[in-house]
């Protein structure tokens, strides 16, 4: 009975982490792959014939490198596969990967009670396009692409908080062109 109850677990735990929208990998103390998703080899195709349970998952990001950064050269792929694997040694927290095609992968790891490695991919490439959109309607026109008064305002309460801190002065410089809507309506916008 009891065989069956952790296999019943077994495939409803293995049916939950397939459902995911983010992929997902499990690694184990010596960082070698234990489970992975198919989200996760959806986001990363050029891994699908390499994933194995026992894979060092250094071999992963070796291979992960060569798709990241093409045109780079053997030194700067070499620092980008130190730089995730200090990362992958604290395993605090969340950053962000950015493969060819304009993609944003979130990157959260989290260590298991085993010290093992539970690391969940979540593409939130749509959410920083809308982001970068919701700024851009925000603080410019939308006509001229301009910074509007509400940059302005940011941006003076930005330099006030900076002024207030380091104890040094700051001015604003105030332009009125006489006429300008004159000459705005007489020679056009441009």
Known sequence: QARV?????????DQALESMVSGFVLLDAAHNLVSWNHRFVEMYPWLINVMR??????????LTVQQHLPQASE??????LAQRLALLAKAEGSHEQHPPGGRVIQVIERRT????????????????????????LAFYDSL????????????????VVVTARSGKLGALLF?????????NDTLGHD
């Open 5 to 13: 109850a952790i296999t019943r677990s077994k495939a409803t735990l």
């Open 53 to 62: 349970p026992g894979l060092p998952f250094r071999e992963v990001l070796e």
């Open 75 to 80: 030194a700067e792929r070499k620092a980008w």
């Open 113 to 136: 009670p085993d010290g093992g490695l539970v690391i969940v991919y979540q593409d939130v490439t749509e959410l920083r396009r809308a982001s970068a959109e919701i700024e851009q």
């Open 144 to 159: 001229t692409r301009l910074p509007n008064r509400r940059l302005l305002l940011d941006r003076l309460r930005q330099a």
């Open 175 to 183: 332009v009125d062109l006489d006429h300008f809507k004159t000459l």
